[in-house]
């Protein structure tokens, strides 16, 4: 299915691809660097019906049928002959054995050269089951996932996505041809000399402020476990009070919870810089807006140190999570930082002497999903992005979901265990709840 | 309080420090609103009009007319 303005036939048939992206091929090398999603689903969702709509979600995205390609030292995207999305089938033996099967998503590369970069895994019994969607980061972002979802259960309902039209065009243009004129040609360089000025004095305040206090490990290999927590309705809507109370984003509030869980558990000094990671969407701040139904990756990320005392004030550590936020949007760091991002990598790779963070927390926001489609009902929603053993130590994907917040929460093992893992969560939720 | 697109406009552009945004501008896109400025205009709108917005219906607004459409949706005040 294409639409009426279907551009095919004038499209280059490959592009390279270009910063966030290129880094995250890079990264793939090292560990796959895939995106794993989870629908639980109650009710029948005939498998049949299931590979149908694939194969038109998959007609739908040019996306859905690339494959990545060495260039020279780069990458392109090739957007022609790639098979279907493979669709694999098991019986669900246990109600939560889809945590473990979708861990197993993250051990598991896609074959990059060949194509498509998707893959599902359906866990059925005879009341429902879990369908695992895998994708691989370069061509999916927060907001395009949530809207693949949506579009993969109108889908399965027999409903045609009118409000999505089709992407003949997606993956043509990369992020960076698109920046605003400020963060173009000369205002790029002058930007990029003033980010790299910060970044030094960053690093240099780190470095001296982390004299004597525990260094995270930094292990050869390590396997990214999962960890689906849920904080109730009634501490959910506390906290969004006492964001507008204290007129602190909850992004920012959620990252001082997780920062103060995880100075209390690994980082025992009583005053400690900690190295936090948030992500920003470039989808709006381009030239031409992309709209989040257009796959993609076009996320970028905020890097900077908050200084977490043992006991402290929580609403200081958000205001200063916060107000280190403004300042990299106010800079223009979203460009810079995906633009700069392969070079990082690069230099993360060959080092391996630094972690990229203690945390990182990439707030969704609310997520609405049809409650029912067609024969089953969406029961729950999760979502987990790759980790490796040079990337933060503890790292989380929040939205907020039928009136509760969804904390799906990756570690390595090779930095804690599981006993470890939940102490920190339910650390962070008691800080929380203290907090407002 | 009455709930006018006019006042609404006021309210985001004194927050934003913009000048006269319409209507039809994009808070985000356009104006170049940070998360902290959305919470801000929020918090400002509830006060103003007494009224209270939920955080899942903040998911469809994207224009400033959409926040005045949102506001109106949830206030008791005569249009």
């Known amino acids: 299915m294409t639409s009426s303005t279907d551009t095919t036939a004038t499209l280059a048939p490959s592009r390279a691809l270009a910063g966030l992206e290129h880094a995250m091929r890079i990264t793939d090398d090292v560990a796959p660097f895939n995106v794993v999603m989870v629908l639980r689903l109650d009710g029948e969702l005939p498998v049949a019906t299931l590979r149908q709509a694939l194969d038109v979600l998959q007609q739908r995205h040019r996306l859905l049928r690339t494959r990545i390609l060495a260039e020279g030292k780069s990458y392109a995207f090739h957007f022609e002959g790639t098979p279907a999305i493979p669709l694999e089938v098991r019986d669900r033996v246990q109600a939560d054995g889809w945590v473990a099967m979708a861990e197993d998503q993250f051990q598991q590369r896609f074959p990059l050269t060949e194509g498509p970069l998707m893959r599902c895994l359906y866990l059925a019994d005879a009341q429902g089951g879990d369908l695992i969607v895998t994708l691989h980061h370069t061509i999916v972002d927060a907001a395009s996932a949530r809207h693949l979802l949506s579009e993969l259960l109108d889908l399965c309902s027999g409903v045609t996505p009118e409000h999505v039209p089709a992407q003949a065009s997606e993956g043509a243009v990369p992020a960076p041809a698109l920046y605003p004129k400020a963060f173009s040609g000369a205002g790029y360089a002058r930007a990029l000399a003033s980010f790299m000025r910060r970044q030094m004095a960053d690093e240099f305040s780190f470095r001296w402020k982390s004299r004597g206090i525990r260094k995270a490990p930094i292990a050869a290999t390590g396997r990214c476990c999962l960890l689906p927590v849920r904080f109730p309705a009634e501490l959910t809507d506390k906290l969004i009070q006492a964001s507008r109370t204290h007129r602190v984003t909850l992004n920012s509030i959620l990252g001082a919870g997780m920062l103060s869980a995880v100075q209390r558990r690994l980082y025992p000094s009583p005053l400690v810089p900690l190295r936090h990671v948030i992500f920003a969407d470039l989808r709006d701040r381009l030239r031409t807006p992309m709209a989040p139904t257009t796959l993609g990756c076009l996320l970028t990320m905020f890097r900077f140190t908050v200084m977490v005392p043992k006991a402290g004030d929580f609403w200081r550590i958000a205001s200063d999570i916060q107000d280190a936020t403004a300042v990299a949007a106010r800079t223009g760091e979203r460009y810079l930082a995906y633009s700069m991002s392969p070079g990082m990598m690069k230099m993360m790779f060959a080092a391996k002497a630094f972690r990229m963070g203690a945390t990182a927390l990439s707030y969704s926001g609310p997520i609405e999903l049809p409650e029912t489609s067609g024969t089953f009902r969406v029961t729950g929603l999760h979502a987990f992005a790759a980790n490796m053993t040079l990337g933060p130590e503890y790292t989380a994907l929040v939205r907020l979901f039928r009136g509760e917040l969804w904390w799906d929460i990756m570690y390595m093992d090779s930095d804690m265990n599981e006993t470890t893992a939940r102490e920190i969560a339910r650390d962070m939720q008691l800080i929380l709840e203290a907090a407002c | ?79």
């Open chain 2, 1 to 79: 309080m009455l709930i006018e697109l006019d006042d609404v406009c006021r309210t985001v552009g004194l927050v934003l420090g913009r000048h006269d945004p319409k209507p039809d501008d994009r808070i985000q896109a356009d104006l170049g609103g940070e998360s902290i400025d959305v919470l801000n205009i929020i918090v400002t709108l509830q006060q103003k009009y007494g009224i209270s917005l939920d955080e899942a219906d903040l998911v469809n607004v994207s224009t400033v007319r959409d926040l005045y459409h949102l506001a109106l949706k949830r206030s008791d005040a005569p249009t």
